[in-house]
Each structure stands twice: as C-alpha cells, then as structure tokens.
C-alpha cells in the first residue's frame, strides 16, 4: 500500500498525530488508481495503518516552515527548502472487519506512515452502505444534513442516542439554531423506520418566540406535506392554561414569595387546610352549631378554654365569675330546655350519650367532648398535610378569605399580630388574583372543578387530548380542543389521532409566572411518567425541547432565590432518562446555562459561537479530543454545525438540510421593506392596539373574519 503513502508520523500524543508530508508530493492532491485524492485540506481525514486497523483522523492544521539544510562539503553552504507539515486529530478506528468505531485503542509510532483516505474509507465513516433493515439501537441512519468537504456524503445520526441521553442545540442568535432544530424533526417524521412511520411521538416544544407553528402546521401557501402525520397541537395564549391546584408547595412558595419567618408557615398550614378540606371534611358541629353560638365559645384553642378563671366572653356566650353560664350575649333565651335541646345534640354528634339533663353540666361535658375531638382531628390534619403537594382542587378566593383565618386562629395567644405579620402576603395573592395577566394563564378565578382536570391537562399537554376527550365535555380544555378541530384549513387536527408534536407558545406569558408555569408543566410530565408501573417504564418516550433554554435553566440566579424551572429541568436531566424523558435545549448563550444539565448532554449540535466565553464553556463541555474541532466555531457560516457526541458515528462539521417550512425566525429584510410601497393601513395601529389591550396577539386573518360574521 506504500502507493497510497502522503508523510509519515514524526509526534503523537494522546490525540493528535503530527505528520510531515513527503518531499514528492509536490501539489494538495496524489493521484490513485481509481481517482485522484485529496490531501491536506481542513476537514478532510487522513489514515494511520496500524496492523489491520485504520486510524482515522481529522485534518485541523497545515502548515509550511522553512528547513536550514547544512551542505556536505566543507565550506559549509546553507540552503532552505520547505516542508509541509499536518495536525491531525485522531477521532476514531476503522477495524479489520470495516466497521467504523468512534475512538482510538492503538497509537501510531514515530515513522508510522500515512495514507490518504478513499472512498471505501469514507463509505465506512460515514456509513453509507444501504441496508436491508436497521438497527435502531446501533445503527447510523437518519440524515439530516450534508458533508462540507465531502459533498457527496450524508451526515447520519441515531435518534435513540441523540434524545436517549439529551441533547443541546448551541450559536449565536441568527446562526440557524430554529432551522436546525426544525429540520431535525422534519426528518424524523419524514423517513421510513423499516417500512413504518412515526405515530407515537411526543415532542413538546416550549416555544419562546412563537415561531414553530408554521414549521410544524404548516400554512396554506406551503403546507407541511405530511401534516396528518405530525398533526401537531398549537397551544396558543388562550389555551395555555395551567391549573394552580396543581402546584405543590414550592410553586406557592416561589410564585408569592412568603417570608420563611412568620408568614410560611402560615401559608403552608392554610395550603393544607384548603386542599384537604375534602378529605378531613368540616367538622360537622361547627357547621351546625356555630351559627347559633352554641360552641363559638370553643373557637379559641383549647388551652384557652382550660385557662377560663374570670368573666370573660366568649363568641355570643357570657360566663359568671363561677363559670356558670349567665346566657346568649344580646340574646333572649326563651327557656333552658331549648337550650339543653341544642347542647344535647351537640353532644350526640360527638359521639357522647345524653344522660346530662341540666345545663351547667351539659355544657361542661360537650366542653370535654370538644377538647378531645378537637385533638382527634388536629392529629389527623397534620397526618395529611403530608398531601399538600397532591394536585386537589380548591377555591383560590377561599384560601385568602377563610383558609388564612382558620390557620391563623390554630396558633395559641398570637392570632391578631400573626394576622397583621400575613396581611401583606394576603395582599399579594389578592393582587395576583385581580391581576389578569396572571389569573388567566393559572385559572385562579376558577370557582369549578374541572371534572377530571389532572388526566385532561397532562394528556393535552402530551398531545394524546383525544384519548381522553368527550365531545359532551364543556371546561377549557375541551373547548379549545374543539377550536382546533373545526378548523378547516391545513391547521385542522385530526381528531382521532395523537397529536405528535406540541407547541407551546410561552411568547405572551408575563415573566412573573414563566418560570412557574414551565416547571409546574416540565414536573407534571415527570411525576406522572414516574407513577408508570415498572413494567411500563420507557414505553413512552418523550422529547421535552425548550427552546432560548437560558430562560428556563439559568446557572445564575436571578436574585435571591433559585429558579424552580431550573430545579426541575435538572432533576429531569439527571433522572428523566430511566423514565423516557429526554432534554433537547437549545440557547445562544451557552456559558449562561446550568451546568448541570449541559453535563448531562451527551450529543452537541454547534453552529457559530464568537462569544469567547461560550467558545471556551463549549470546550469545557467536550472531550478534549474535539477542542481542535472547535476552533472552528467562530467562522462556521449559517447553516453549518459542529456535530459531536454519541448521536453521530464520529465528530463532524455538516451543512445542515433545510427546514421546509421554516420556523419564522428569518432575518428581517431592511432594504427590501424600507423600498417596499406599504399599503396605507399597514401596519394596523388601531387593532394591533386593541389586541394588545386584551392581552392577545393581532391576527389579521382571525379579525376579518369575526369582521364578516358581524
């Protein structure tokens, strides 16, 4: 094979092969017998023979240095000649059999020699041949995107390894992030999986931006031509609604910020007392009784009614000195049996026989009564304020009206100074509650429980509505379910099939409940996937892609408190895979992102980074193997990735395919536009205006028709 011979190695280290090129080879190509081969050249791949296998290793430098050459005779003449020299990473192994591995087990030597590579090579890289049936576990077979130095040649990746163990999408903003994640999609839905389409997906997009709608639904123009294949589900502002009874403690806590000295504990106890009505169910003396005084008395706690020494009032009760009842405070007692009557049923509802048949003795006893019951139900509150965190309904309005007080009267001697330490908390959930933009995406004016709520919202949310839908339904969800399906343009979903894509549109969000909502939404996916029988675990992998990732994920804290979306999108990167969760993150700033879940992606698709601190996060992240691929990154032109990790069979630079449709994420043209003779009404000041007040979107499209309606 000496024919094939391009220089020789002349220094190794644990990856990169320094290689001096052969005096001969007077020009960048050698010809073969079957072509004429390229040598030299960034990007392109060299071979080191070692024994029956092949080192392959990326071109990343090249070089001429001058060389003094000292003549033989004696006078010594000194003369130069240059020689070229390449830096080559090694990135993988090429084994007797053919098969392609990424890494390298065997080193060259000093004088290893060097070959170029062929075609046969490159078929091996880059996986080319054509089989019968792919391994989907093994194999390297979805194409998204071309060689740039090969053009010839496909990129393939694995989709189990790409989502298996999640994935980020990194550039600078206009570098092509949206397009490279759409295209990728498209290809998914777009191959054959041995004879079989895709109709099980789950792909939920936390779009930032609102610009993947048309990518996935397509337009009339250019609808998306397998549209009934991806059916995807947009949910727009008027039906991203997130219920707040499904948020646990920590939620709350972040969402209303109590004070942890006085006021959280306060708040916590009334969160219990308020989802766990139902299951405690009120006592039901107090509901029979209260109003007509006979135990109001009993309101405070019970060391209070053991410490009565004195004339005191209790409620609408009056006691003498010698604790002896003297009667209804500024009310008529028509006769003592009436009075007894009531006590006596009071008395029967807890359980205690009637023998008593005078007052004193009577009221004593129910006093007796109470105390116990009162301890009976305390000890079994605090059993199930265990609960807190379950998703139960409850009344938002209730909880700052009546939950407060009841957890406030629940504290011995300190009710009046712990309401006044609350009143500024109960002021700001009163707020949040008058404040619409934050009411409606969390349904805290939600009067009703929604039948079924839980069940509804993860399936609308997973894009399997329709396993779960009834036409008779009437709540929110169902409703803009029905939106959809009347539709009837290329936007309509089908009604009898999942939906394999999700967008959400987190666009018109107000900050203060972005972070509450993704979390609340990326936590709900987890825990339910969670409570799968084991034998079900992984059977429902899903794709959680959250798109400009720095708002979700940040490493550094806004302010004083940690961001509950970060929490849970780290717990979902470090556990969600057992479970069939995968992360796809993409963002321009990836030095701002959390390093705990960029440590846990194991594939990286890079386009452009000039940043020099996301340049060198970047190289952090990767083995230090790629670093010299990466210095790329700044010149890399749109379109172009450097693709690495366990998704592509080998470190590699690709132009990526085009999305079609695209995201509408285009640069906008200036010259064109301020050239452009604009209609008069453009742009619609006036119904841009009017949407806006109402806290939506202007639809140009939407508003003619509601225009011909009327």
């Given at each position: 094979?000496?024919?094939?011979n391009?220089?020789?190695?002349?220094?190794?280290?644990?990856?990169r092969?320094?290689?001096?090129?052969?005096?001969?080879?007077?020009?960048?190509?050698?010809?073969?017998?079957e072509?004429?081969?390229?040598?030299?050249?960034?990007?392109?791949?060299?071979?080191?023979?070692?024994?029956?296998?092949?080192?392959?290793?990326?071109?990343?430098?090249?070089?001429?240095?001058?060389?003094?050459?000292?003549?033989?005779?004696?006078?010594?003449?000194?003369?130069?000649?240059?020689?070229?020299?390449?830096?080559?990473?090694?990135?993988?192994?090429?084994?007797?059999?053919?098969?392609?591995?990424?890494?390298?087990?065997?080193?060259?030597?000093?004088?290893?020699?060097?070959?170029?590579?062929?075609?046969?090579?490159?078929?091996?890289?880059?996986d080319?041949?054509?089989?019968?049936?792919?391994?989907?576990?093994?194999d390297?077979?979805?194409?998204?995107g071309?060689?740039?130095?090969?053009s010839?040649?496909?990129?393939?990746?694995?989709?189990?390894?790409?989502?298996?163990?999640?994935?980020?999408?990194?550039g600078?903003?206009?570098?092509?992030?949206?397009?490279?994640?759409?295209?990728?999609?498209?290809?998914?839905?777009?191959?054959?999986?041995?004879?079989?389409?895709?109709?099980?997906?789950?792909?939920?997009?936390?779009?930032?931006?609102?610009?993947?709608?048309?990518a996935?639904?397509?337009?009339?123009?250019?609808?998306?031509?397998?549209?009934?294949?991806v059916?995807?589900?947009?949910?727009?502002?008027?039906g991203?609604?997130?219920?707040?009874?499904?948020?646990?403690?920590?939620?709350?806590?972040?969402?209303?910020?109590?004070?942890?000295?006085?006021?959280?504990?306060?708040?916590?106890?009334?969160?219990?007392l308020?989802?766990?009505?139902?299951?405690?169910?009120?006592?039901?003396?107090?509901?029979?009784?209260?109003?007509?005084?006979?135990?109001?008395?009993?309101?405070?706690?019970?060391?209070d009614?053991?410490?009565?020494?004195?004339?005191?009032?209790?409620?609408?009760?009056?006691?003498?000195?010698?604790?002896?009842?003297?009667?209804?405070?500024?009310?008529?007692?028509?006769?003592?049996?009436?009075?007894?009557?009531?006590?006596?049923?009071?008395?029967?509802?807890?359980?205690?026989?009637?023998?008593?048949?005078?007052?004193?003795?009577?009221?004593?006893?129910?006093?007796?009564?109470?105390?116990?019951?009162?301890?009976?139900?305390?000890?079994?509150?605090?059993?199930?304020?265990?609960?807190?965190?379950?998703?139960?309904?409850?009344?938002?309005?209730?909880?700052?009206?009546?939950?407060?007080?009841?957890?406030?009267?629940?504290?011995?001697?300190?009710?009046?100074?712990?309401?006044?330490?609350?009143?500024t908390?109960?002021?700001?959930?009163?707020?949040?509650?008058?404040?619409?933009?934050?009411?409606?995406?969390?349904?805290?004016?939600?009067?009703?429980?929604?039948?079924?709520?839980?069940?509804?919202?993860?399936?609308?949310?997973?894009?399997?509505?329709?396993?779960?839908?009834?036409?008779?339904?009437t709540?929110?969800?169902?409703?803009?379910?029905?939106?959809?399906?009347?539709?009837?343009?290329?936007?309509?979903?089908?009604?009898?099939?999942?939906?394999?894509?999700?967008?959400?549109?987190?666009?018109?969000?107000?900050?203060?409940?972005?972070?509450?909502?993704?979390?609340?939404?990326?936590?709900?996916?987890?825990?339910?996937?969670?409570?799968?029988?084991?034998?079900?675990?992984?059977?429902?992998?899903?794709?959680?892609?959250?798109?400009?990732?720095?708002?979700?994920?940040?490493?550094?804290?806004?302010?004083?408190?940690?961001?509950?979306?970060?929490?849970?999108?780290?717990?979902?990167?470090r556990?969600?895979?057992?479970?069939?969760?995968?992360?796809?993150?993409?963002?321009?700033?990836?030095?701002?992102?959390?390093?705990?879940?960029?440590?846990?992606?194991?594939?990286?698709?890079?386009?452009?980074?000039?940043?020099?601190?996301?340049?060198?996060y970047?190289?952090?992240?990767?083995?230090?193997?790629?670093?010299?691929?990466?210095?790329?990154?700044?010149?890399?032109?749109?379109?172009?990735?450097?693709?690495?990790?366990?998704?592509?069979?080998?470190?590699?630079?690709?132009?990526?395919?085009?999305?079609?449709?695209?995201?509408?994420?285009?640069?906008?043209?200036?010259?064109?536009?301020?050239?452009?003779?604009?209609?008069?009404?453009?742009?619609?000041?006036?119904?841009?205006?009017?949407?806006?007040?109402?806290?939506e979107?202007?639809?140009?499209?939407?508003?003619?028709?509601?225009?011909?309606?009327?």
């Open positions: 094979m000496s024919e094939r391009i220089g020789k190695v002349i220094s190794v280290d644990s990856f092969a320094y290689i001096r090129l052969d005096d001969d080879l007077k020009s960048l190509y050698k010809s073969g017998y072509d004429i081969y390229e040598v030299a050249r960034i990007n392109s791949y060299v071979i080191i023979p070692i024994g029956a296998d092949r080192i392959v290793a990326m071109v990343t430098s090249v070089r001429a240095i001058d060389e003094t050459e000292l003549g033989k005779n004696k006078e010594a003449i000194f003369l130069t000649k240059s020689a070229r020299y390449l830096v080559a990473t090694m990135i993988g192994t090429i084994e007797n059999s053919g098969k392609y591995i990424q890494g390298v087990y065997n080193y060259p030597i000093l004088d290893n020699p060097v070959w170029y590579v062929t075609r046969q090579d490159l078929d091996n890289i880059f080319q041949k054509e089989k019968s049936e792919i391994n989907f576990e093994d390297y077979y979805l194409p998204i071309t060689s740039p130095s090969f010839d040649y496909k990129i393939k990746i694995n989709p189990d390894k790409l989502f298996g163990k999640h994935a980020a999408i990194l600078n903003t206009g570098s092509g992030k949206s397009c490279t994640f759409a295209s990728i999609i498209q290809s998914l839905f777009e191959f054959e999986y041995n004879g079989k389409n895709l109709k099980n997906a789950h792909i939920i997009i936390f779009d930032t931006n609102g610009e993947y709608r048309q996935f639904q397509g337009t009339k123009v250019n609808p998306y031509k397998k549209l009934n294949v059916n995807a589900f947009h949910i727009d502002r008027n991203m609604k997130v219920p707040f009874w499904f948020m646990n403690f920590a939620d709350f806590d972040f969402l209303f910020e109590p004070t942890s000295g006085t006021q959280a504990p306060v708040f916590k106890r009334a969160l219990g308020a989802k766990n009505q139902k299951v405690i169910g009120a006592k039901p003396i107090l509901d029979k009784f209260t109003e007509r005084g006979i135990l109001s008395l009993f309101d405070a706690s019970p060391d009614i053991k410490k009565r020494k004195c004339t005191q009032s209790y409620g609408n009760w009056v006691y003498k000195n010698n604790n002896e009842i003297l009667g209804l405070a500024n009310t008529i007692v028509p006769n003592g049996n009436q009075l007894l009557t009531e006590i006596q049923s009071a008395l029967s509802l807890l359980g205690a026989s009637n023998t008593v048949n005078d007052e004193k003795n009577a009221l004593l006893e129910l006093e007796g009564k109470y105390l116990e019951y009162s301890s009976t139900q305390n000890v079994e509150q605090i059993a199930i304020e265990k609960n807190i965190d379950l998703p139960i309904w409850f009344n938002f309005q209730d909880l700052i009206t009546r939950f407060f007080d009841e957890a406030i009267n629940e504290q011995e001697n300190s009710g009046n100074r712990l309401r006044e330490f609350v009143s908390l109960r002021l700001r959930l009163q707020s949040y509650l008058s404040d619409e933009r934050i009411a409606q995406p969390l349904l805290l004016n939600q009067t009703d429980e929604i039948t079924n709520a839980l069940a509804k919202f993860i399936s609308f949310i997973l894009g399997d509505f329709c396993k779960v839908y009834k036409t008779e339904d709540d929110l969800f169902a409703n803009y379910y029905k939106e959809h399906l009347a539709k009837d343009d290329v936007e309509k979903l089908v009604a009898e099939n999942p939906s394999q894509v999700t967008i959400i549109d987190m666009s018109l969000l107000p900050f203060e409940v972005l972070e509450t909502i993704t979390g609340l939404i990326g936590r709900l996916i987890l825990e339910f996937v969670s409570r799968f029988p084991e034998s079900d675990r992984g059977k429902l992998p899903m794709v959680i892609a959250l798109e400009e990732a720095q708002n979700y994920i940040p490493e550094k804290n806004r302010g004083d408190r940690e961001s509950i979306a970060k929490k849970v999108f780290e717990r979902i990167a556990e969600g895979r057992k479970y069939g969760i995968s992360l796809l993150v993409s963002s321009q700033r990836p030095s701002e992102l959390s390093k705990t879940v960029l440590s846990q992606c194991n594939s990286f698709i890079i386009h452009r980074l000039q940043n020099p601190e996301d340049q060198k970047v190289r952090q992240l990767v083995s230090a193997a790629n670093e010299d691929i990466l210095q790329q990154l700044p010149i890399l032109p749109q379109q172009h990735v450097v693709i690495m990790g366990d998704a592509v069979r080998t470190p590699v630079q690709a132009k990526m395919n085009t999305a079609s449709p695209r995201p509408n994420s285009n640069n906008p043209k200036f010259i064109e536009n301020w050239t452009m003779d604009l209609p008069n009404d453009f742009p619609n000041y006036e119904k841009i205006a009017e949407a806006w007040e109402k806290g979107k202007y639809n140009p499209t939407t508003t003619n028709k509601n225009e011909h309606r009327q």
